[in-house]
């Protein structure tokens, strides 16, 4: 993009806020976007607060000086464990007329009108599951629901190296999922609070029972964003449009190009970049 652009910046360690840019763009065809995938530090998961946040940070910072005045953390361990420190002490300190938003709020702030049972149950990686986000904003939307959470540390790298559909990939899969439902029966929501879970909720589907919703969160943010932008025009008319979409990684760009093609709808050329 010329530099007179300002994209909207999109964030994840890796591939799975692809499946948000692809509602994201859906939704609001007319923006532009930059996608920024940390691929060369992924996962995100299973590292401390400390570490996501400072990685978080970095990309943020360089999405920042692309000229994006709006980036959206498209990962859940990113949401869980760097949104708060970078909105509450960061931006008003650094950036003051930029903004950082992310993905737990949004969600918990609708799923529970999905479950009629008002029990819920949230599959995503250890970073997140371990930061209780979910249960704690859950609470203060839907007090009456109960939240029930299991961690799948395997499922990322089954689906970026496509073993998810073997037989050993569907194993694990429908081991955790057997295991969440063990928590608690009354379960008739599944939250997929990873974005790399969507490329798996047929094979989730089809394993429990035919009353559970399974919910993934890309129309739920791209839904989100619309009606954010819509009450700030402050930060909305700084946006650009012209209904483009650059990708960048810190690792190898063909690489990145071959394994994005399962996440996002569409060819992706994307360039290298180093964060440090």
């Not at 763009?25 to 992924?42: E, H, I, S, V």
């Not at 429990?208 to 930060?235: C, F, K, M, T």
Request: hydrophobic share 35%.
């Amino acid at each position: 993009m010329d530099q007179s652009s300002k994209p909207i910046g999109v964030f994840d360690s890796g591939y799975g806020g692809l499946t948000i840019l692809s509602s994201l763009r859906t939704k609001l065809p007319a923006y532009d976007f930059l996608y920024l995938g940390d691929n060369a530090r992924a996962p995100y998961g299973p590292r401390s607060f400390d570490v996501v946040f400072e990685f978080t940070l970095q990309a943020v910072e360089y999405l920042f000086a692309q000229g994006c005045e709006l980036v959206i953390l498209a990962c859940n361990t990113a949401s869980a464990k760097a949104l708060r420190t970078i909105q509450q002490q960061v931006l008003p300190q650094k950036y003051p007329g930029k903004r950082v938003l992310g993905v737990i709020r949004p969600t918990s702030e609708i799923i529970g009108n999905f479950s009629e049972s008002k029990h819920i149950g949230v599959i995503a990686t250890e970073g997140t599951i371990k930061s209780e986000s979910y249960c704690i904003e859950i609470g203060k939307f839907f007090p009456e629901v109960s939240v029930n959470q299991y961690a799948c540390p395997i499922w990322v790298p089954l689906i970026e190296n496509a073993l998810h559909e073997t037989d050993g990939g569907k194993w694990f899969i429908r081991r955790d999922l057997d295991l969440l439902l063990e928590q608690d029966p009354e379960i008739d929501t599944i939250l997929l609070g990873c974005t790399h879970y969507p490329l798996v909720s047929e094979l989730i589907s089809e394993h429990v029972p035919s009353h559970i919703r399974v919910i993934s969160q890309g129309d739920i943010i791209a839904n989100s964003l619309e009606d954010y932008l819509s009450r700030h025009p402050e930060i909305e008319t700084n946006c650009s449009k012209q209904g483009r979409t650059e990708f960048l990684t810190t690792e190898n760009a063909d690489d990145f190009n071959r394994k994005a093609s399962q996440f996002f709808k569409g060819s992706v050329e994307s360039r290298h970049i180093r964060l440090v």
